[in-house]
T-cell receptor
Framework: DVKVTQSSRYLVKRTGEKVFLECVQDMDHENMFWYRQDPGLGLRLIYFSYDVKMKEKGDIPEGYSVSREKKERFSLILESASTNQTSMYLC?????????FGSGTRLTVV | DQQVKQNSPSLSVQEGRISILNCDYTNSMFDYFLWYKKYPAEGPTFLISISSIKDKNEDGRFTVFLNKSAKHLSLHIVPSQPGDSAVYFCAASLGGSNYKLTFGKGTLLTVNP
């Protein structure tokens, strides 16, 4: 089974901090994605990547950046965390068989 | 502009009965549709999918129906079980199952014993 691992389940950060959310997949998948989930809004795509060093903006990229230096790792960066970035962040990878999601990181910005 | 809509935020059914979750979409170019199930504090897990060339796909207790002319799909769960209680997300893709997905807002299903 494909495993997608997100480094932290819960994270509390202060406003203005630079935050790194890490995601690692173990099945050599080409495609990786970052979503956030908020009540009443569903899952919204932040950024995605179809290959190493490649990135594309999703629907809500403002305030975020990403890094994909190695195929298995896709990092989401909050350049200066704000309270409206408090959310559940979900990483996913995919190949031919559809998406596999990680367990999520619940980020609280105070 | 919301391209994938789940208009029912919640649904409550009795154990053993049928659960029907609905999803509408606006982009006629979507060619692949998926349903995901999500428990609190966990990532979504894949349930079932359907390609736009089909109108029905079945997997055990789960069946997805696609009506392209109405831009509507539905997920049927028969019989419903208490363990099915979760948030269900409908998703659509422009390029198959591994392209970026557009999700609906989700429907919270509660199956009462």
């Amino acid at each position: 089974d494909v495993k997608v691992t997100q480094s932290s389940r819960y994270l509390v950060k202060r406003t203005g901090e630079k935050v790194f959310l890490e995601c690692v997949q173990d099945m050599d998948h080409e495609n990786m994605f970052w979503y956030r989930q908020d009540p009443g809004l569903g899952l919204r795509l932040i950024y995605f990547s179809y290959d190493v060093k490649m990135k594309e903006k999703g629907d809500i990229p403002e305030g975020y950046s990403v890094s994909r230096e190695k195929k298995e790792r896709f990092s989401l960066i909050l350049e200066s965390a704000s309270t409206n970035q408090t959310s559940m962040y979900l990483c996913a990878s995919s190949f031919m068989g559809g998406y596999t999601f990680g367990s999520g990181t619940r980020l609280t910005v105070v | 502009d919301q391209q994938v809509k789940q208009n029912s935020p919640s649904l409550s059914v009795q154990e053993g009965r049928i659960s029907i979750l609905n999803c509408d979409y606006t982009n006629s170019m979507f060619d692949y549709f998926l349903w995901y199930k999500k428990y609190p504090a966990e990532g979504p897990t894949f349930l079932i999918s359907i390609s736009s060339i089909k109108d029905k796909n079945e997997d055990g207790r789960f069946t997805v129906f696609l009506n392209k002319s109405a831009k509507h799909l539905s997920l049927h769960i028969v019989p419903s079980q208490p363990g099915d209680s979760a948030v269900y997300f409908c998703a659509a893709s422009l390029g198959g199952s591994n392209y970026k997905l557009t999700f609906g807002k989700g429907t919270l299903l509660t199956v009462n014993p």
